[in-house]
């Protein structure tokens, strides 16, 4: 690839909008030094810059109907909307936590797996028709995957293994050597150093980023090496506090505006979806608001008419009038909760306030006005580091994670990646051996089936095990009496990655997966 030129995309897929970065690289066969700067890259879905990681399902739930911007467009329509799905991302690994939060158990592990693969195959899919005019990707075209440092240490890494099979799955095969994956924490770093933000930090000092996300806080602790331009890993601190306690709080209140009457909601837990998604917009046009005081135009003209129609026909509506103080009120409970998330985070990681030289603040929730002004309070305004568009500053950090030396960067990168198996089979209780080579297989009672199952207790079509590159997914097919995976049933047309060791019931059928 000498003297060619790369373009890479860079993603980073958050709870509530992805967001999504191109720019171009000079590669030499040894060096890799960008020719343009991280762009945004808008798509016919965005909004702005943003992605919103909404799904809008068919009927059957099998295939995407609409994502971002277009799928939103149906929350409002009560014959459809149940198949709307979101704010999935903080399902990924819940089923390895011991006491998940409520948010974290909206969705199965699996399917909030599934529908960030849904996602991310139609926005690959409409890059390749917009931006290549329907051509195939080729060897000059790469993708940069942002993921949580966690998901790597945490766990034995089984979150990221999931993670990076289901992206995978993605891709044409032969495009997977050309997308990487990249944790947030170096897209942090380099992003910050994009700003210049890194030259105001003094080397003795201890250094605190607060990274405010839709569903998580976390707060780094790092100190800054000026002779290699690295942040030195102090310490971590994570805790489920986000934006999204300010949609559902805000969705409550417009459901008072509204005059639901108690319980309708709980009855229609797809109309309170509804709210939340529009609490969402206006949280964010408040938030700018703040930001950006006098110059902004008026953030809620366009979402003070409010209209819902609950499942069993009824009609509410109002005009909103909730100004800037109003919010601020309202949300002042939370701002206090999130006081409290410093303090223990502080605590925790046995820092001392005042040893902290500066705080950088990322993430979209550090925009929430009772947010901002309480870090400010808590650290003093000249410590604070506010970048330009902080809730941007992970996916521009990763998509500068080549610059200079593309092949090292690959190197340092196969450390984390899980090592890739082939020839997959199963091994059945009485030594029956199938190999699994189809991209798609059926398992059932039919004669044509690629598994033949030989029991009364099997369903004709029992399930479906679908081969990609080289991840395995197992769904079951609504399948009389269930298919399990390690003892645990599947729910129906549901994917489930599968490992190798996995011990797999069809009915009474027993195989293990090598």
Known sequence: MAGDKITLYALD???VNWRLYRMEYHYDGEKARHVTSPLSSPLANFSDTKLPAVLLLNPDGTEVEAIGE????FQEDYQVRTRLREFFKPSIGSHLTEEP???QRRYSHFEALLFTRLLLKSLIEQIRI???NNEEFDDLIHFSVAYPDRWRTENDGKIFEDFYHVVLECFPPELTDQVHFVPESEGVILG???QALLDSFHPKDLNLIIDVGASTTTLYARMFNHENGKLININRYEEPFGGGLYDALLAQYLSNQLEIPSGVLSRDSAAFMVLRLKSQLIKEALSLQAVRGAETLDPLSTLSSLILVTNNGQVFRTQLDLTLEVFNQLTRPLDNAFQDVLERGLEKMEIDQQSIGKVILLGGGVRIPGI??????RFGINKVIFPEKPQEMIVRGIGLAFTDSLPEREQEEQKFIPVKKSGWRLVGQNGQLIDIKKEIMIAGRNQESDVPLDSASCSRTHALIRLE???LTLIDLRSKNGTFVNKVQLTPNTGQSL???DEIMFGDQVFTLE
């Open 192 to 194: 910050l150093r994009d």
């Open 130 to 132: 917009e931006k290549y």
């Open 70 to 73: 277009t799928a939103l467009g």
């Open 469 to 471: 590159g080289n991840a």
């Open 372 to 377: 901002l002004e309480g870090i400010r309070e």
């Open 499 to 501: 490992r190798d060791g």
């Open 101 to 103: 939060q409520p948010h």
């Open 13 to 15: 897929c958050g709870t």
